[in-house]
């Protein structure tokens, strides 16, 4: 697809993007003084997952095919701020590192089975956009997530993926980082965004084998601290209130 065709094709739902929608998504957190993402389901229905996942760094969306053009835009996962003592009033980037792909995975990966992670292919441009601002694997870059986050917190910060084509049959997995201007605050190790193909099943949109990519690049989660708990299992309720 020509890329100023792509161009206004992401600029146009990138407006729709906004509004976001709940489902698959990370809470922003910090842990021993280093940012990270938590995977978790704010419908609160799980999808075989875990409502709140059991590693962190994460999570997997979907594709959604655009008819006219020949490309495919995602708008999830996306991120939220819930607790704010030590991130209130501090700037949060989300910076592109690049990108990967798993090829033609099995539907139901058996235990130990090893993802093979391919380069991109010089006609695979996967863009981040947000806030008027994209990035994307060939020249990577800074996506200002929240200027002065407010103490109430910020939600559905949620980038808009996009790429010129239909994806079938493959992965892909792109790679972020978090940092903050929080003093003492570490930025993350790798987030993983994982973006399965459409599709009207489970096997064309690649749903256990995405499960099974989230397991093999997640950090498990060391026992979790009551109040985390809580909030985030009050949030999921009041999501599925709206």
């Known amino acids: ?9 992401v600029c146009g739902l990138a407006a729709s993007a906004a509004f976001a929608h709940p489902g698959r998504r990370f809470e922003i957190q ?29 999570i997997h969306g979907h594709w959604m095919n655009v008819p006219v053009g020949n490309t495919a835009v995602a708008d999830l996962p996306g991120f939220d701020l819930i607790d704010t003592s030590v991130l209130g009033g501090e700037d949060v980037m989300l910076r592109l590192l690049g990108a990967r792909k798993w090829m033609n995975p099995p539907m139901h ?21 947000f806030n008027q601002i994209s990035v994307n694997t060939n020249t990577l870059g800074v996506l200002p997530l929240i200027y002065e986050a407010p103490f ?17 049959n ?5 790679e972020f980082e978090l940092s903050t201007t929080a003093p003492g605050v570490a930025p993350s190790d790798t987030i993983y965004v994982i973006l399965s193909p459409d599709g009207p ?8 084998a995405a499960l099974y990519l989230e397991q093999h690049l997640g950090t498990p989660v060391p026992a979790p601290g009551t109040a985390g708990v809580l909030a985030l299992a ?9």
């Open 30 to 58: 910090v842990v021993d003084n280093q940012l990270r993402a938590q995977g978790y389901i704010s419908t609160g229905i799980d999808d075989g997952g875990g409502v709140v996942r059991p590693y962190y760094n994460t």
């Open 201 to 208: 099943d489970m096997q064309t949109r690649l749903h256990h």
């Open 1 to 9: 697809m020509h890329r100023g065709v792509l161009s206004v094709v």
């Open 234 to 242: 009050g949030l999921i309720a009041a999501r599925r209130r709206r």
């Open 152 to 168: 109430s917190g910020a939600m559905d910060l949620d980038p808009l993926y996009a790429i010129g084509q239909h994806p079938s």
């Open 109 to 129: 990966p058996h235990h130990g089975h090893m993802p093979m992670l391919e380069p991109l292919g010089p006609d695979e441009i996967i863009s981040a956009t």
């Open 170 to 174: 493959v992965l892909f997995v792109i």
